[in-house]
């Protein structure tokens, strides 16, 4: 080896590391820019809200302008100019971008999105809205994801998610930060323990619909029983059994519980139900396993104004298990086959406003026991051959009375003077009666504003006369063939 050799070969070598470190820094660099690049592409959306301010009231109204040419609506503080409500209408022209231009309304309480795909990267708008109290988000695209979004709203009241089947049954634990709330829906979800959980023993939660849900076990129902201030529970059209339903026993403070097409429920679950004492509506419509025997288990309900036993496994005999309900206004039951002794019992209800008793044997003789029922407003009474309509003046009391229905009677023209006797009387209808023309100068005498005359005698003619007299009564004329 030279001298020259001797002096380069070693400072040759020993420069190719700054080279190779070079390379190193520079594909470290560039690995860091794609990283970031990609981090800004999937946060994008975390991004902006986390950058954008609060708009002043200005900068919310330019936003206000454009989305109302989409039928966006919108409410103002009538102080500070700025929104308030917004409401989003069903539209398919409506997708996240839109949501999401209501970035920085820090001002919004009520925020109504349902119905449209906005997907959990639109719903993490509701993170810059510390005021909002009522979310609508029903029929929207967003899962368990969107759901911790909407965790962070610490003062939300109102939430509804009815029909987000995206969202898993943990999705719903979440909500467990929501100390707040008061009212909540999430019907057909897949609602179960995990969000169950998440209400056990909630300070302020006074509201649950939960109809259609599948998953409402035992454990779920116990934990939803234990919430203190518990009013009112919803659960129509639910597969749940006596056993899972037993759970719900401790909410002594329900008010309205209403479980419709329940038809796995039994009068097992009636004994759970008749320790609510401070129910004032129960809806048990469709309930075709609960009979007349298990209504007995509802003794100590006395302030129940709401009754709702249509569908159900009872019959008519179950008026005289009710009496003690008093305070009854709306009531509704299986009139087929009732007779007069039966609906006697109506009278024990001197506040109920509606009658509906379709296929009963009623006779005119029938209603004189209901003379007392002066806050009557709605009577509907059909499918019978024996009721003439002269049996309406014992109800000459019920001055209040502003519906009536007679279909499929033998009502005649003989009846229908009696009907001057309710002058707040302005929708009625007369269907497969045998009322004539006869009639229309006592009907034109009346205050009505709706008339339906379905298949009876009266002509043509006849409606023409009385439209004559009656300008503002919209008159629903049917003729029968053959007459």
Known sequence: MTQADSTTGPMDAFSVRPRLSTRLLRFAGLLLVVCFALLLYWNWTNLLLAVTPAKSAEEQQQIVDELAAFGVKFQT??????VTHVFFPA??????SHLLKLAGFDSVVDLQIGDNKFSDSAIKVVQGMPKLETLYASGTLITGEGLDSVATCSELKILNVDGCFGIEPEGFAALKSLQKLEAFSASNCTFGEEGAAAFKSHPTLREINLSGNELLNLEAMTSLGSIPNLAVFILDTSPITDKSFVGLKPAQNLEILAIDYCSNLTDAS?????????????NLMGCSRMTDKGLAALSNLNDVEELN????????????QLTHMHKMVHFR???VEATDDELKHLQNFPLLQEIQIPGAHLTDEGLQPLSGLTELRELLIGGNDQFTGTGLKYLSNSKELWRLGLINVPVTDEAIPTLLEFPELWDLTLRDVRVSDESIPTLGKMNLRKLGLLYTDVTPDGVSRLKKTLPECEVMFVQPEGR
């Not at 503080?77 to 700025?82: I, L, N, S």
């Not at 539209?91 to 996240?96: G, K, T, V, W």
């Open 91 to 96: 539209s398919r022209q409506l997708n996240d």
């Open 333 to 335: 039951f299986n009139a």
């Open 309 to 320: 036993l249509y569908l159900s496994g009872t019959t008519p005999a179950a008026l005289a």
């Open 270 to 282: 009636l004994q759970v139900i008749g320790g609510f004492e401070k129910l004032k509506m129960l």
């Open 77 to 82: 503080d009538a102080e500070t100019g700025k």
